[in-house]
C-alpha cells in the first residue's frame, strides 16, 4: 500500500499538468470522441487499428488520443495542424485559411486531416513508407480538434485564447471554456463525475433525438479527400452564433452561457466520435457500408 500511495499524487501531478497544457479538447473530451468512435467502427477496421496502435494503447483507440497534444512541442511543426483560423470572418476558406505563421498551405487542422487520411489508405501496401502508427493517432486527435468550434476561430484572439473570462468564479479564457471548463461542469452537475455515464448519454442522443440527422452528418458534397472543410465552416459558424457570442474580455459566464451552449459542444462531440468511426472504415473497410446498422433504431 505504501508504494502505491507514493505513486498516486504523481499520477495526479502527470494527469493535472497534461490536461492545464493540452490545446484542443481537453483529455476528456478526446477520450469521449474516440469511445464513441471505437463502437462504431466495424471488424475490419477495429483489426487495421488495433494493428496499429502502439502497445501503450492496450488495443484502444481513446488511450491515445491526446497523443497529438503530448508530441506538440516535440514536433514543433505539428502544433499549427490543431487548429485553423480565419481573418475575423465567420465561414472558413482552405485557400485563404490553411496555412501556418509562414503561410505554408495546407498546415492547419483541415489540410492535416486530408494529409494523415492519405498516408493511412496506404495501410497494407508494401510500398508505405509512413509512420501510420503516428498518423492514426494524428487523425484520430484532430477529428476531435476540428469539431471543437473555436479551433476554427478568430486569428487575432488566437481563437479564445486571449479573451480572458471568468467561468462561474474561476478565471480562465474562452479557449479553455471550450476545451475543458464546460466538460468538466457538465461531469460534475449532471454525470456524478463519472465520464462512462455521459459517454452513455451521448450515445443514447446518437441513437434517439439525433438518429434522423446521421445521414447528414455522415456525408459532404465537397469532393476534397475528406469532409474536413465541411466540418471547419460548422466550427466557425457555431463560434460566430455561440462561443464569442455575448462575450468580451473580462465577461463572466455562467448558467445562461452554459445551458445554452453546452448542448452543442455535446453534439460536437458525438459528431466528431461517428465521423471518425466513418472515415476509419472507409480507409480500412472500404467495402462496409458506413451507415453503420448499429445506428438503426430497432
Ligand atoms: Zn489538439
Redesign the pocket.
Known amino acids: 500500500m505504501g508504494s502505491i500511495s507514493c505513486v498516486l499524487p504523481i499520477l495526479f501531478l502527470v494527469v493535472s499538468l497534461s490536461i492545464s497544457s493540452?490545446?484542443?479538447?481537453g483529455k476528456l473530451g478526446?477520450f469521449m470522441v474516440c469511445k464513441i468512435t471505437e463502437k462504431y467502427l466495424s471488424e475490419n477496421a477495429t483489426r487495421a487499428v488495433v494493428d496499429l496502435l502502439p502497445p501503450v494503447a492496450g488495443g484502444e483507440l481513446a488511450a491515445v488520443c491526446?497523443w497529438?497534444?503530448e508530441v506538440?512541442f516535440r514536433y514543433r511543426w505539428s502544433s499549427p495542424l490543431?487548429?485553423a483560423n480565419t481573418p475575423g470572418v465567420c465561414d472558413f476558406t482552405v485557400k485563404r485559411d490553411c496555412h501556418n505563421a509562414k503561410r505554408t498551405q495546407n498546415m492547419c487542422v483541415v489540410g492535416a486531416i486530408n494529409n494523415y487520411t492519405a498516408q493511412l489508405r496506404t495501410y497494407g501496401k508494401s510500398s508505405s513508407g509512413y509512420n501510420l502508427t503516428e498518423s492514426l493517432m494524428f487523425l484520430a486527435?484532430?477529428m476531435?480538434?476540428i469539431h471543437q468550434p473555436l479551433?476554427v476561430g478568430f486569428l487575432d484572439d488566437e481563437g479564445g485564447n486571449t479573451i480572458l473570462v471568468r467561468w462561474y468564479r474561476r478565471k480562465t479564457n474562452l479557449h479553455h471554456v471550450w476545451d475543458v471548463s464546460m466538460i468538466e461542469t457538465a461531469m460534475k452537475d449532471f454525470y456524478n463525475k463519472d465520464e462512462n455515464i455521459m459517454i452513455e448519454s451521448i450515445e443514447r442522443n446518437i441513437t434517439g433525438n439525433w438518429a434522423d440527422d446521421i445521414v447528414d452528418w455522415e456525408t459532404c458534397n465537397r469532393k476534397t479527400v475528406t469532409c474536413a472543410p465541411q466540418y471547419a465552416s460548422e466550427s466557425i459558424d457555431l463560434s460566430c452564433k455561440y462561443a464569442y457570442k455575448d462575450v468580451e474580455q473580462n465577461t463572466t459566464l455562467t448558467d445562461d452561457y452554459f445551458f445554452s451552449r453546452y448542448p452543442i459542444m455535446e453534439k460536437r462531440i458525438a459528431q466528431a466520435g461517428l465521423r471518425l468511426a466513418t472515415l476509419l472504415n472507409s480507409i480500412f473497410d472500404p467495402s462496409f457500408n458506413s451507415i453503420n446498422p448499429g445506428l438503426q433504431i430497432a
Open positions: 493540452t490545446d484542443g479538447w478526446h491526446s497529438a497534444d506538440r490543431h487548429y486527435h484532430f476531435g480538434d479551433h
